[in-house]
Every structure is written in C-alpha cells, then in structure tokens.
C-alpha cells in the first residue's frame, strides 16, 4: 500500500508539474535551457525516472513543442531586431573610415612637425664653428639628401606610368616600397623635410588615385570575374574596404540591371518561363554577390550586413514586382495553381542561397503569403458555386467517372481505375475532381504552411456541398427554413428512394475515402536520399491533426443521415393530412370489439419492413464493400421510428389513461409489433443494442399499463416462442417465401389467422 500511494504521489506530482508549465509563457518555460549550469543528462533522468511510457512521449512532444517555439521565437526577435543591427554595422563602418582618414591627416601632420624640427636643427648647425669634421659630415649629408630627391623623382614618375597603364599590383607593390623608405630616411634622417613630406603627399594622393582607379575597374562591366575580385582585394588592402565593398555590389547592381532590360525585351508576357528566367537572374545575380563578398571580406559583420540589406532590397523588388503583374491578377481570378507555380520556381532557387548563408526565403513567404491566401480563398469559392450549379441540373443517378477519352490497357487496369474512382453523381465527381486540383496544388506549397487553411476550407465547401444534398431532400427542415431566403441555391429534388440514397452516397464516399486520401497530399514527405527522421516526426504529429478533420467531415454526414431518417419516419408516422397513423388507438380499440384478430403485424410496421427492405437492396447495390455504412443507415431509420414512438408522450398518456386503457388484445398486438421489429432487425443484422433495450423498455412500459389496471398481463399473454414465431411467418409472407399448406390450424397459433390473409393485402396498407 506504501509503494501504492508513493507511486500516486509521483504521479500526481508529475501531473501538477505539466500544468503548471502549461500555464508559463514561452520564456519562463525556456529559462531553464538557458542557465550556464544546465545538465541535459540530470534533466532527462529528472523528468523521465517516475515516468510511464505514456508520460516519456508527452514529454518528448513537448520538448518537440518548445523547440519548434523556440526557434520561431528566435526568427522573430532576429527580424524585430535586424533594422537596428544593420543601422548600427553601417555607424560603425562610418566611424571605422573617419578613424582611417584621422589617421592618415595626424601621420601627415607628424611628418610635417618632424621636417620642421629638422630643418630648425640644420640651420642651427650651419650658424655653428665651423668644424672641418662637421663639414664633412655636412657635405656627405647633402649628397645623401642630393640622391633621396632624385630618386623620390623617378619614384612620382614611375608611379604616374604604372597608373596610367593601370598595371595595379605593380602600382601597389611601389607605393608599399615607397612607405618602406620614407619610414626608413624618417627613422635614419637621410632625406630633408621638404622631400620627406613631398614623397608621403605624393604616396597618400597616389593611392587615392589608385583607389578610384580600382572603383572604376570594379564598376565597369567587362571587368571578369576574377579581374573584379582581385580589384575588390587591392582596393581593401589599400585601406578603404567600406568603399570595396560598396562598388562591389554596385558592379553586380548595373549586371543585374543590363540582364534584366534584356530579358524584358525579349518577353512581354509574365508566363512560366519568363518568371523561371526572371528569378534565376536575380538569385543568381545575388549568389555572385555573396561569393565574392565572402571571398574577400570573409564574414566580417559589417560587410555581411550591407549584403544582406543589398539582397533583401532586390528580393523584396522582384517579390513586389511578380505581385503586380502575377499574383494580384490570380488570386483575384482563383488561379491557385498559377500562384503555385510562380511561387515553387522563385523558392526553388531562393533556396539555393542557404547554403552560401543567406535564408530569403522568410522575406518571400511574407510577401506571397497574403495574395496566395485570397488565391485560395477565391478556390474555394469557385469549387462551391460550381458544385451549386451542378446540383442544380442533378439527376443524382451514380455513375462511374469520365475517363476523358484515355484508353485502359487492360481489364485490370479498367478495374484498379473503377476500385479507386467509385460511382458518385455528377455534381459529386465534379466536386471531388476540383477538390483533388485544389490540393495538389497547395501541395507544393508547404513552406508558406497553408495546409491547415486549405483543410479547413475543403471542411467549409464540403458541409456547403452537404447541405445542397440536404436540400434535394422533399421536405427537408432545412429547405423549408431556406425557401424563404432570397439567396436559397436552387437544387434539383431527389424524388425516388434510390435518389435519395445516392444522396448518402456521395457524402459518405467522399468523407470516407475520396478526401481524406486527397489530403494526404499535404503530408510533408521525405525527400528522396535522405534520412526521412524529421519528415516522419512532423507526419506522426500531423496523424491527429488528420483524424479531427476526418471526424468533422462524419460529422457532416451524419447530419445528412439523420435527416434523411428524420424524413422517411415522417412519411411512415404522419399522413399526407398531417394525421399520425402510429397511435395509441390501433392497440386500444382492440379490447373494444367483439371479432377474433388477426395476429398479424401493423399495418405501419408492415411498411417499415418494406422500406427497409427496398433501402437494403438499393444500399448493397450502391455501398460494394462498404456495408457498414448501409447497415448504420438502416440502424439509424430503424431508431427513429421506435425512438419517437417511445417519447410521444400523447400515445402513452392515452395507453395509461384509466377511462380506455391498454387491454390484453392489444398489449399481445403491440408485443407482436416490437418483436416484429426485433426480428426483421436482427436477421438483416441492424438490430443495435441500444434499439433492443427501447423496446424492451416500451414493452415493459406497455405491459406494466396493463398490470396497473389490475390485470395480470402474463395470465393473458401466450409464450415468448409464439411472438418470435409469428413475427418469423409474417417475414416471410411479407418477402413472399412462406408456405403453410401442411401446417395444422391451431387457434392457439399465430398462423391460424395469418395464413388466411393476403400478403399483399397487409403489405400494401
């Protein structure tokens, strides 16, 4: 008993433990993963050690749950934080040029100070004794500065050459040698102020030139490939990588922008190929950018940043520029498989630039998202008003679908096309084919996530489509409540029973089989070669998603069911008049008259039995392989005639009343009725439990209204054998299998007056 309410306690502790995380927000729920001295083993053995296995997978679809959460939390703050993140890279790139230029202007101002002090302390020595050693220490000096100024001559000049005929490392390579000596006659003091300041002026205005040699070459057009990147580089090295990179991406913008004036010349439509085109050019363009930014900038944040910021403005152009001229027009018009096809080619090769970092796929989902919704919302009208129209001219007869001219190849082949596309109406194939469209085309569209709307939608035209056939049913609730509408959809009545029953058909073939295999569609799969764990994980977490869907789909049917029952026990319990024919006087009067009866079932019972008779062969005709759904029809019509007998509170009222109640004549006819019922029920296997207690518990009703009169009903009434008998011959003189020409009369016997009457004559009352 200790380890029982030690385990009790456990239990319930872990119970109180996921309702309390249910009500934490996605924050506090994530703390915990977020301390530096968190232990995935200790949380595990923590939660998992007084687990069942039953608890060990909810735990797992909720650590499932917070990762999914956690990493759309995530994006969000990441794109909630980006415009500040960038406006920030692009300041301090700003701050890292003023510091360069800084530098340079107090590098030029210490070479200034320092000729100054030089030339100070040289006319400070020339003012001097004349020392014949100074002098020659002077004169050696002079020649030094004499040679310094020559060569800082020819230096300029070949600087001047090697710019002029744009040979760029050899250029750079001089002015890197250039900055060796003027350090080495700073440090050494072999050059006078005057050339020392001359050679750094003229190093500083060379590479500027140099600089905007280089942005000229990046900026040109016909510059290569490789010819771009090694300018990229030489222009970075020479200090001014803002400036690099900038002209780098404005090199790839004027490409981009001489493709694109080509190709709109060469097309003028947006068709699938021009968009194919269209979006390769782009991404492609963009994939360039990337690589050479990463090859000569590498990932440093500032650089990355501007190229995102660069990608995501052409992104968004040609997103916003395919709306325009493609999807507005086609989610106006419903062309859902257009918008696919549009949006399938531009992700295919957006999805190429992950590899190289850059996701902007998030950036097109959010622009396609809203014009492919309205797409698919004008879908689902469509589907709607064309099915309306199609039941307007519907003879509801089940036919098999139209091949559209393809041959089979073989029998088989005519049979595994039949087994998979079974008989429905016109109006029904007509809906199940759009909704088949519909759905492969939302297919592809999984990463904009719009399977659970497109379901729900297919749920929403589907009960619209069931409430058509509702509607085709003579004298149904609903279309009396619609007549009056002014915009009631007009639907042509199902007049016979075999019309009716197709009616049934198409709604529980369509919930059934036809919809849910079309919305497997919307399953992720694996992809081919690769390892299906992920995929298979989101398919298993999707199987109850999938399952409600299909019971709100039932639920649909059945409504239809019940009122197709609710109808056919009217026809049998009122007359056209509006009398009811099941009441309590077919069993009182009985005890009232002086003639023998003739122990045979009711008339309306009678006609039950036929009804459910005909509807059985009509629904083994029309439901091949799916009897259960016949057998539920029958179980259900049966029900509601037996339910409504037993909570018509006037017919008992008048069977308990003391001024004419129930005799025993009509308790033995109204026992031979319910166990007519039962029989006939049984036999054609939709006798449910819960009809068999009904009416055993109006059986008992009826005999204890008997027994309250102070009549012993079991004194009156013969054995069970001679119910179950007459019910059994009335069967089969109403199916017409009955034979009785060797059978004894025996008053005691229901057959004595039975096999005097007429079949006919009692089955057609």
């Keep these: 008993m200790n380890n029982i309410s030690h385990h009790q306690r456990d239990f319930s502790s872990i119970g109180n433990s996921a309702e309390l995380e249910a009500t934490l927000s996605l924050s506090d729920r994530l703390k915990i993963f977020k301390t530096s001295q968190f232990d995935p083993d200790g949380y595990v053995s923590s939660k998992c050690q007084a687990m069942t296995e039953k608890e060990i997978k909810h735990l797992c679809t909720n650590l499932l749950e917070l990762r999914r959460a956690s990493a759309e939390e995530m994006r969000k703050s990441v794109y909630a934080n980006y415009g500040a993140f960038i406006r920030t890279s692009r300041e301090i790139t700003d701050l890292e040029g003023e510091l360069l230029s800084m530098r340079n202007f107090l590098s030029s101002q210490a070479t200034l100070v320092h000729g100054l002090a030089e030339r100070v302390r040289i006319d400070s020595l020339w003012n001097g004794d004349d020392d014949p050693i100074e002098e020659d220490r002077s004169k050696s000096k002079s020649k030094e500065v004499s040679n310094m100024e020559k060569w800082l001559v020819e230096f300029l000049d070949n600087i001047a050459v090697l710019l002029a005929e744009r040979r760029v490392d050899e250029a750079m390579a001089a002015l890197d040698e250039g900055e060796s000596i003027a350090m080495e006659a700073r440090a050494r003091r072999t050059m006078s102020s005057t050339a020392l300041n001359s050679l750094q002026n003229a190093i500083t205005e060379q590479r500027q030139k140099l600089a905007d040699l280089l942005a000229e070459i990046i900026c040109q057009p016909s510059t290569s490939g490789a010819a771009l990147r090694s300018a990229v580089s030489s222009l970075k090295k020479l200090g001014d990588g803002p400036r690099a990179h900038t002209s780098l991406l404005s090199s790839h913008q004027q490409r981009l922008d001489s493709g694109l004036q080509s190709l709109r010349s060469s097309c003028t439509s947006y068709g699938a190929t021009f968009i194919a085109a269209l979006s390769q050019l782009i991404f492609s363009t963009i994939a360039k950018a990337a690589s050479d930014s990463l090859a000569a900038f590498d990932e440093e944040p500032a650089y990355a940043s501007e190229l995102v910021t660069w990608a995501v403005k052409h992104t968004e152009a040609f997103a916003l520029d395919l709306k325009k001229h493609v999807l507005a027009s086609s989610a106006a018009s419903g062309g859902l498989r257009t918008a696919t096809e549009c949006i399938h080619i531009c992700m295919g090769h957006c999805s190429l630039l992950e590899a190289r970092g850059l996701a902007l796929s998030p950036v097109l989902l959010k622009l396609f998202r809203p014009y492919v919704e309205q797409a698919l919302v004008s879908n689902l009208r469509r589907i709607e008003q064309n099915s309306a129209a199609q039941a307007a001219a519907e003879d509801w007869l089940l036919v098999y679908p139209p091949v559209g001219g393809r041959p089979f190849s073989s029998t088989s082949s005519l049979t595994t096309a039949m087994s998979s596309h079974p008989k429905l109406s016109m109006s029904a194939h007509r809906f199940n084919s759009m909704v088949q469209d519909f759905l492969e085309d939302v297919g592809p569209l999984e990463s904009l996530q719009l399977d659970g709307p497109a379901l729900e939608g297919v749920l929403q035209v589907f009960n619209s489509y069931v409430d058509l056939l509702i509607k085709a049913l003579p004298g149904s609730m609903e279309n009396e409540e619609n007549l009056e509408g002014a915009a009631c959809k007009i639907v042509k009545m199902a007049e016979t029973e075999t019309q009716q029953i197709a009616l049934l058909a198409n709604a529980s073939l369509l919930a059934e089989e036809l919809l849910p295999r079309a919305a497997i569609k919307l399953l992720p799969m694996p992809p081919s070669g690769t390892t299906p764990r992920r995929s298979t994980t989101d398919r298993q977490s999707r199987v109850p998603e999938q399952k409600e869907w299909k019971r709100r789909l039932q639920r649909s049917v059945d409504g239809l069911r019940d009122s197709f029952c609710r109808q056919h026990a009217l026809e ?51 439901f091949v392989g799916r009897e259960r759904f016949a057998t539920i029809l029958l179980m259900r019509l049966t029900e509601t005639v037996i339910l409504w007998l037993s909570d018509d509170q006037g017919f008992w009222e008048e069977i308990e009343s003391e001024q004419r109640p129930l005799g025993p004549l009509g308790l033995q006819q109204f026992y031979l009725d319910m166990e007519f019922v039962m029989i006939f029920s049984s036999q054609g296997r939709y006798l449910s439990r819960s009809l068999n207690q009904v009416i055993k518990n109006i059986i008992a009703r009826a005999i204890e209204a008997v027994h309250a009169t102070g009549i012993d009903p ?17 069967i089969k003189m109403l199916t017409g299998n009955a034979n009785f020409g060797d059978v004894e009369r025996d008053v005691a016997s229901p057959t004595a007056s039975i096999s005097v009457k007429s079949p006919t004559s009692n089955f057609g009352d």
């Design 572 to 622: 049998l319990i009122f007359t056209e008049e509006g009398d009811i024919r099941l009441n309590s006087q077919i069993y009182i009067s009985m005890d009232e008259t002086t003639e023998e009866p003739e122990w045979f079932p009711s008339p309306i019972f009678q006609e039950l039995f036929a009804k459910l008779t005909r509807m059985s062969s009509f629904a083994t005709e029309m």
């Design 714 to 730: 079991y004194s009156v009434l013969p054995e069970d054998n001679w119910f179950v008998e007459g019910a059994e011959i009335a």
